[in-house]
T-cell receptor, first 114, second 107 residues
Framework: DAGVIQSPRHEVTEMGQEVTLRCKPISGHDYLFWYRQTMMRGLELLIYFNNNVPIDDSGMPEDRFSAKMPNASFSTLKIQPSEPRDSAVYFC????????????FGPGTRLTVL | KNEVEQSPQNLTAQEGEFITINCSYSVGISALHWLQQHPGGGIVSLFMLSSGKKKHGRLIATINIQEKHSSLHITASHPRDSAVYICAVFNNNDMRFGAGTRLTVKP
């Protein structure tokens, strides 16, 4: 298995633009997590899905952020409009049977909003 | 006060030394996770614990639920162990992360 795949690996955009980050989980995993990592706040859980259904989005910072999982092999995290404070590394991870089980992380997307 | 506290924040060791990284938390948890973040940024899951002790190679993780404390030990440390080690706790639908411990192992 190729592991968790994220794209793009790097994204540079201007304030106000829409940004879409993509994630393909490991085949057969039923949980998918989106995290954000910044120097100031460290790692934060944004949202997670179980069987494509969002379970907890309390970590999503504001309405500018949205996440979808249209099928078991694909998820997106969208920021519209983007702001400089959204600059961070965004990780996607997947696991089998729950957040208390081992998670497999993607390589991350480094987002820079100018 | 953070709900998850790690110590030390930074740790430098000589190759071969025994290393301990600590994680204390203030909330009830269902499980605790130790992560390793390499200098290139990639994150690897090391252990998931809900009780007792787990061992994988030179790494050992323990948890004391009553004392709300976990430790990660590295025996016979090696420069390739240099990374940031992050503790994460799970409670229902929530996750909280420690700030990480930056480990540098010198040859």
């Amino acid at each position: 298995d190729a592991g968790v795949i994220q794209s793009p690996r790097h994204e540079v955009t201007e304030m106000g633009q829409e940004v879409t980050l993509r994630c393909k989980p490991i085949s057969g995993h039923d949980y998918l997590f989106w995290y954000r990592q910044t120097m100031m706040r460290g790692l934060e859980l944004l949202i997670y899905f179980n069987n494509n259904v969002p379970i907890d989005d309390s970590g999503m910072p504001e309405d500018r952020f949205s996440a979808k999982m249209p099928n078991a092999s694909f998820s997106t995290l969208k920021i519209q409009p983007s702001e400089p404070r959204d600059s961070a590394v965004y990780f996607c991870a997947s696991s089998l049977l729950g957040q208390g089980n081992e998670q497999f992380f993607g390589p991350g997307t480094r987002l820079t909003v100018l | 006060k953070n709900e998850v506290e790690q110590s030390p924040q930074n740790l430098t060791a000589q190759e071969g030394e025994f290393i301990t990284i600590n994680c204390s938390y203030s909330v009830g948890i269902s499980a605790l996770h130790w992560l390793q973040q390499h200098p290139g940024g990639g994150i690897v899951s090391l252990f998931m614990l809900s009780s007792g002790k787990k061992k994988h190679g030179r790494l050992i993780a323990t948890i004391n639920i009553q004392e709300k404390h976990s430790s990660l030990h590295i025996t016979a440390s090696h420069p390739r162990d240099s990374a940031v080690y992050i503790c994460a706790v799970f409670n229902n639908n929530d996750m909280r992360f420690g700030a990480g411990t930056r480990l540098t192992v010198k040859p």
